[in-house]
T-cell receptor
Framework: DTGVSQDPRHKITKRGQNVTFRCDPI?????LYWYRQTLGQGPEFLTY????????KSRLLSDRFSAERPKGSFSTLEIQRTEQGDSAMYLC???????????FGQGTRLTVV | AQSVSQHNHHVILSEAASLELGCNYS??????LFWYVQYPGQHLQLLLK??????LVKGIKGFEAEFIKSKFSFNLRKPSVQWSDTAEYFC????????????FGGGTRLMVKP
């Protein structure tokens, strides 16, 4: 499968723990996006990278959230000191350039208990 | 900030019925418009997009959408739905220079009865 890959698919964690998700975009896609989707809502933009540079961050991305794309390929999203409100599906998407289609991964479903 | 409204949260149709899903956005500048579909258990997939040109856009699987600038609308249509169209549909908008930094609507869950 040469689509966008996210790992893990599901994560259950206790409140207060740190979690890290990984996204592998489609090869050669220079833009990578993170979104969050809660039940019954549409995805909400969190942040995006062009190559290794993080160019935009949403106000939704609190200080407990950090994203990296160290070599311009895969990306990680870390949530520190998780809260129940962090429970959501975290989606990654990638594209080559701007005026083209973004391809989404299947997401990582986080449940904070 | 821009916002997107999808007024129909749940739609139930019988096969062969016609479909129209409403989408309105609020932003006064130039926008790019998208419809994404999410089939059960699958990832979001692009149905169609509008960047410029002909406001009637044709997408995959017989879907089309019409951009009406004066109404800030981008409604999705299909003349005859199939059971396999059962899915959740999301309208999204991005600013003209913002590529795929998308603002999504809340989604419309479509169920097509065989």
């Amino acid at each position: 499968d040469t689509g966008v890959s996210q790992d893990p698919r599901h994560k259950i964690t206790k409140r207060g723990q740190n979690v890290t998700f990984r996204c592998d975009p489609i090869s050669e896609h220079n833009r990578l996006y993170w979104y969050r989707q809660t039940l019954g809502q549409g995805p909400e933009f969190l942040t995006y990278f062009q190559n290794e540079a993080q160019l935009e961050k949403s106000r939704l991305l609190s200080d407990r959230f950090s994203a990296e794309r160290p070599k311009g390929s895969f990306s990680t999203l870390e949530i520190q000191r998780t809260e129940q409100g962090d429970s959501a599906m975290y989606l990654c998407a990638s594209s080559f350039g701007t005026a083209v289609e973004a391809f989404f991964g299947q997401g990582t479903r986080l449940t904070v208990v | 900030a821009q916002s997107v409204s999808q007024h129909n949260h749940h739609v139930i149709l019988s096969e062969a019925a016609s479909l129209e899903l409403g989408c309105n956005y609020s932003y006064g500048g130039t926008v790019n418009l998208f419809w994404y579909v999410q089939y059960p258990g699958q990832h979001l997939q692009l149905l169609l997009k509008y960047f410029s040109g002909d406001p009637l856009v044709k997408g995959i699987k017989g879907f089309e959408a019409e951009f009406i600038k004066s109404k800030f609308s981008f409604n999705l249509r299909k003349p005859s739905v199939q059971w396999s169209d059962t899915a959740e549909y999301f309208c999204a908008v991005s600013l003209n220079n913002a590529g795929n930094m998308l603002t999504f609507g809340g989604g419309t869950r479509l169920m097509v009865k065989p």
